[in-house]
Nanobody
């Protein structure tokens, strides 16, 4: 059974930083891209960042470009999202999903095997 677990969220003041982790287990996939998405109360899930299996290609939403950095360590089946210069509008539940076709996409429907999410709250 595929497991995807996000962690690292918390409460931080505006301008602060957090590092989110996404760890996968329970599968035999040979390669996959990973995307981070977020969902604020009353809003649709939106794309944040994505990275391919080799880590050679990344893609960011305009709203986080220059502030967030996605990376991965395949030896640990882990993908990380470094959040810096956080703003109150970054407050949301952050989810990661797996794209088994190893695309680097900003489209939610191209991802599967989602985790339960980790809450990020940025106070002003």
């Amino acid at each position: 059974q595929v497991q995807v677990v996000e962690s690292g969220g918390g409460l931080v003041q505006a301008g602060g930083s957090l590092r989110l982790s996404c760890v996968t287990s329970g599968h035999t996939f040979s390669s996959w891209a990973t995307g981070w998405f977020r969902q604020a109360p009353g809003k649709d899930r939106e794309f944040v960042a994505a990275i391919n299996w080799m880590g050679s290609h990344t893609f960011y939403a305009d709203s986080v470009k220059g502030r967030f950095t996605i990376s991965r360590d395949n030896t640990k089946n882990s993908v990380y999202l470094q959040l810096k210069s956080l703003k109150p509008e970054d407050t949301a539940v952050y989810y990661c999903g797996l794209d088994l076709l190893d695309r680097v996409s900003g489209t939610t429907r191209e991802y599967e095997h989602w985790g339960q999410g980790t809450q990020v709250t940025v106070s002003s």
